[in-house]
Structure formats: C-alpha cells, structure tokens
Nanobody
Framework: QVQLVESGGGLVQAGGSLRLSCAAS????????MGWFRQAPGKEREFVAA????????RYADSVEGRFTISRDNAKNTVYLQMNSLKHEETAVYYC???????????????WGQGTQVTASS
C-alpha cells in the first residue's frame, strides 16, 4: 500500500519560510518522479514543483521559480519543498505526489498524499 505523508505545514507571516517534507512508503521511491501541488480555497489544484529520481531535472511553476526549492533524499524516501518569501495568496493545502513517468511533468501523477495546510498571514 502506497503512502505519502506530508508534514511541515503551518502558519507563517507573509515573507517568511517553511520547509515541507513528504515521506513515501510502499513504493520503490527511485522509480518515481516526485512533485508538489497546492490547492487554495475555491481554486483548482495547481502544479508547484517536481524532481526526477536522479535529481538531474527539476521543474517549477513560474510563480514560485527562484523562491521555492524542491529536493529529495532517496535514502530516506523523502521529498522536500523549501518555500521562501511566502505570499499571502500562496495560502493553500500542499500535496505531495508520485509519478511513474520518467520525466518531470505537471499532470498524470499516480499517488497522492493527504495534504498539509500552509497559511501565510498578511
């Protein structure tokens, strides 16, 4: 049974930083591209960032480029999202996802976590 468990969400002032973690189990972690998505109230879920198993390729949404960094530790079956200079409008539930595709992409993910709430107060 595949499980993706996010942690690290919380309340931060706009302009602050948070680091999200996602621990994966029940799958061969290095077979999967890992991604982060978010969904704000009343909006559709959107792609944030993704990383290949070998860490040789990453992709970011234009809105977070230069402020967010995705990374992974294959020995710990964990993917991270470092978020700096958070904006109030980035308040959302952040989801971790796993994709069996070889290259990073923004849709078509196979497995999803339950999400962690991130609130950036204005």
């Amino acid at each position: 049974q595949v499980q993706l468990v996010e942690s690290g969400g919380g309340l931060v002032q706009a302009g602050g930083s948070l680091r999200l973690s996602c621990a994966a189990s029940g799958l061969t972690f290095t077979n999967y591209v890992m991604g982060w998505f978010r969904q704000a109230p009343g909006k559709e879920r959107e792609f944030v960032a993704a990383i290949t198993w070998s860490v040789d390729s990453t992709r970011y949404a234009d809105s977070v480029e230069g402020r967010f960094t995705i990374s992974r530790d294959n020995a710990k079956n964990t993917v991270y999202l470092q978020m700096n200079s958070l904006k109030h409008e980035e308040t959302a539930v952040y989801y971790c996802a796993a994709d069996g595709n070889v290259e990073v992409r923004e849709r078509g993910y196979d497995y999803w976590g339950q999400g962690t709430q991130v609130t950036a107060s204005s």
